[in-house]
């Protein structure tokens, strides 16, 4: 017997290829738990069946588990040894046993947050992907299901509330204790195990599906809390609604229960019947959540509910499939956000995240395929590529097919996987044929990494006046992908006609499905402006040589919001580029036609906000050959400034117009808010003397959180006295409240200030701050590694102090950890003498002794390059 915590991890690459099926099932599982905070005593009972033709042993999955008695079919059993931290069972030649095994835990000492852990006195779990093992032996692979009975038992008053998955069954007590027993009926792989025990509240609520079942419905969170939940049950009720009517799927047990809970390594998790949340995705009101905080909590609460049929009444086969559930539940979330407010500013917004956390991904040392190849740590490989990517492919399988015939694919899918561990594959078998569609060469896209270059022209025929649209494409090298083969990709495209000569305009779906392809576009008189991949219908780059005057046309005037917000992006990036570039700037073009967007502002704010935001300085960078974090941001705030001061008259009157109240939460007036924040940073990038206290005058009237943060953020980039007092009137005003305090740490790492790594390293030393809570490592660490001329700052200070926080926080939280790394790895990108620091700081961290497996493996990957 050994202890396997004491045995340091060994990177073992697994490989997609070998998978095997499980060579035993454990259909029955019963659980034991004696509470405790700094001590748990867990009795599991697995009823095992071996599926295999040989005499395998059983082997049970363990992480930092000792396994205190051993008994089989009831018997005390000697025929075990360890493997590492793996318990391995002989069991002679018997095809069916039930295995018990007890164990102890100490979840106040698991600071990694995976496994049973404790945050605030309340016991919970996080098991996705392989935290199961840190609370019993197990197969933990999610191939294997099993029905769930729970029992638990703990002091009634350290933990009034007993929660698991499924229905609680029977409860009682005993003494000062008391216990209760839930079971699932659903069969459910280890990773949607959960449990909650602590002293919570609930808001209670019921919704009524389809076929008339009553579902109780439970939010769990803190006392005092309850009063904040109320956004986050209507986006619940939202969320079942939708997804009976839209896909036709309808809950499955007579109850629902979300906990929020403070220390959570990630948004949320879609356990069966007991989903868990980190608590900024389900509290919110008017005085503490952003506009945008409030779409999250909506678009989270969407995204783990609709997990319920896309993860775990189909689940995946094995970890290489995570898309299959992430990506598709990624596209039904956004499709149920885009449904809940404005569609095309959400898709702005979908694709401007794809732009900002993906595409860096897909260009970087750390690509993969959405369907991974390898991996040594799959923590590692919950990305923006997995999901965010993920769900573009599945767009875009919609787009082909179209709305009706989409539901048709997913209908079969649905009824033939239920119940089931699927591939990836299974799904697109099941589009293929409910929806009658060939996706034969479309599957590289599962299997190939790397963002496609499409190169879009015009050419004519002079004698003719006939128009040929000529496309191209190219898929990058990739790690282990140096050669692709031409993808399949859907362009949305039209070619509108300024004189009247062509006709009726359509749009066309062109599939780009070879390396070179000609469309005829028929006869224009003079050049057609040509839009293309209208709303974001790929996620491919587009080159297509247009010239300002067709940016700004097409800006204004395309019939498809999405393009027309694209065109002026453009405008913007080839103005920015090209003064980084040295080329003399000339801000004319923009300003125009940011003046021209701006007259729309009255029936669209949120459109027009988003239509007029600059590109960010790492988007801009993403342009570039080599990138220039001092000459972006110069050029971006010089170009803001000019914008702020050439249009200046706009921003005051959209200010002076005031703010809608900060309980309207409808479209209208988030977008309101939105232009309105929009306004308040052109004019604060202008001279203009009243800005600071223009700013200040938002920040103390403001009746909710969107305009106070705006202002925050907008004073926190200055030198002002105002920036001084706004931030020491906010930590006093919250700083009980770690959610805006989070805020707080937030909006100073994200200033545009020259000294904002040092105060960035100060924070680090404030007394609030702590490694141990994920958010507000995020909050400080993670805002800084997305302020690209700070983190660049050319005496590689923002690279030290992002490594220093790595090999900090390994030991206690290497999942946490090893998500601040890629922001290292894109040295390949930058000037020699950033590359080498970058380097460097990423040899530092692999010195270090005892590193996790999930450091270990994103920081050699990104040594590599
Ligand atoms: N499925 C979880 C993510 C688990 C991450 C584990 N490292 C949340 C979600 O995507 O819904
Ligand atoms: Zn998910």
Redesign the pocket.
Known sequence: MTDASSTPPVPVTIHRGDYRPPEWQVPDIALDFALGIDATRVSSALSVVRHADTMVPLVLRGDGLTPLGVRVDGEGWNDWRMDGSDLIVDLGDRTAATVEVDTAIDPAANTQLMGLYASNAMLCT?C??EGFRRIAFHPDRPDVLSRYKVRMAGDKAAFPVLLSNGNCVASGEEGSDHWALWEDPWPKPAYLFALVAGDLVVNRDSFTTLSGRKVDLGIWVRAGDADRTGHAMQALKNSMAWDERVYGREYDLDLFNIVAVSDF??????NKGLNIFNTRYILADPDTATDVDYDGVEGVVA??YF?NWS?NRVTCRDWFQLSL??GF?VFRDQSFSAAMGSPPVKRIEDVRLLRAAQFPEDAGPLAHPIRPDSYQEI?NF?TATV?NKGAEIIRMMATMVGPERFRKGTDLYFARHDGEAATCEDFVRAIEEGAGVDLKQFRLWYSQAGTPRVTARIDTDAATGERTLHLAQSVPATPGQPDKAPMLIPLRIKAFDLDGSHGAEEEALVLLDRADMAVPLGSYRSRPMLSINRGFSAPVIVDCAREAGELAWLAAHDDDPFARYEALQQLMLDTLVAAVSGDKADHRAVIDAVATTLGGRAADPAFVAEAVLLPSEAFIGDQMVVVDPDAIRRERLALQAAIGAALEAEWRAILAEGAPPATDLTPAAKGRRRLRGVALAYLAATPAADAPALAFGIFSGADGMTERQTALATLAHGDSDERVAALDIFYQRYRDNPFVLDKWFQVQAWSLRPDTVDAVRELAGHPDFTLSNPNRVRSLYGALTGNQAAFHRADGAGYRLIADLVIALDPKNP?TAAKMIPPLGRWKRFDEARAAMMKAELGRILAQPGLSRDVTEQASKSLLG
């Open positions: 996080q996705e992907a390594n990630m948004g949320a998790m879609e995204h783990e997990h993860g559930k992430e539940t923590s919950y999901y999942q």
